[in-house]
């Protein structure tokens, strides 16, 4: 039988690689919650509390977004060679742009 070719590409490191575990674990909350919301549209539930609830979704997303910027600036941006952190910043301003746009 002929040797199974490995594939040897290294994962790349990210802002988050540290936190990954801890990441996923919160974005599984917040589906979670997303389904309860569903839920409670299924079971008609007053609309002030569906809406609450997506009020929290969305600061809890807005939480976990945060954290990936922070992890960004830290990383991939001050990490980055000098000659890509003019870019690096440049990318990052524009997504806490599109962040601070958003609702």
Do not use: W
């Not at 809406?51 to 954290?67: F, M, P």
């Amino acid at each position: 039988m002929a040797d199974m070719a490995t594939n040897t590409t290294p994962t790349p490191t990210r802002g988050y690689t540290a936190t990954k575990d801890q990441l996923l674990k919160r974005l599984r909350r917040i589906e979670g919650q997303v389904r309860g919301i569903e839920g409670m549209v299924e079971d008609d539930r007053y609309c002030i509390d569906v809406v609450t609830q997506i009020s929290a979704v969305q600061a809890a997303l807005d939480k976990v977004a945060l954290g990936l910027v922070d992890d960004h600036a830290r990383h991939c941006v001050m990490g980055a060679p000098q000659d890509e952190q003019a870019d690096k910043t440049d990318e990052l301003m524009a997504v806490v742009g599109r962040m601070m746009r958003r609702g």
